[in-house]
């Protein structure tokens, strides 16, 4: 099944540069085919059946707040899922503080939500609701 990781919002593919940016962050991340744990908040799935989570790599790093470190999304909040909300929060205001990824431009001057709901000068996006798909070996 489809996984919606918790409490971040990364750019659509659709954003151009800075979507393929931040999936390519995840694919280094979390590489295909890494074994790892998923952990359930509140709610356990959302509208499209896919399970809401943040992801534990082998290593104990929360795949969720990686990505929030790495400057390439933001913070988006929907409860009742709130368990680490102070958590990922800090890990993107450090790296809007250090100008890390996407927040060395100015990109998050229209949030990937934002751009969702049309409300980025007058930008249309395309479906969005196919995000990151890695490709499984033996496909293309």
Known sequence: GRIRLLMIDAPELSQGSAGREAQQTLA????????????TDVQQRDTYDRILGYIYLPDGRMVNEEMARSGYVTALVYPPNVKYVE????????????????????FFDCSPRDYRAG??????????????RPRQSGRS
């Open 28 to 39: 280094r991340i979390m590489p295909v085919g890494t074994s790892v744990s998923i952990e």
């Open 87 to 106: 958590r990922i929060r800090k890990a993107v205001a450090d790296a809007r503080a250090a100008k890390r990824g996407l927040w060395a431009t100015k």
């Open 119 to 132: 409300r980025c000068g007058g930008v249309k996006p395309r479906d969005s609701r196919n995000r990151y």
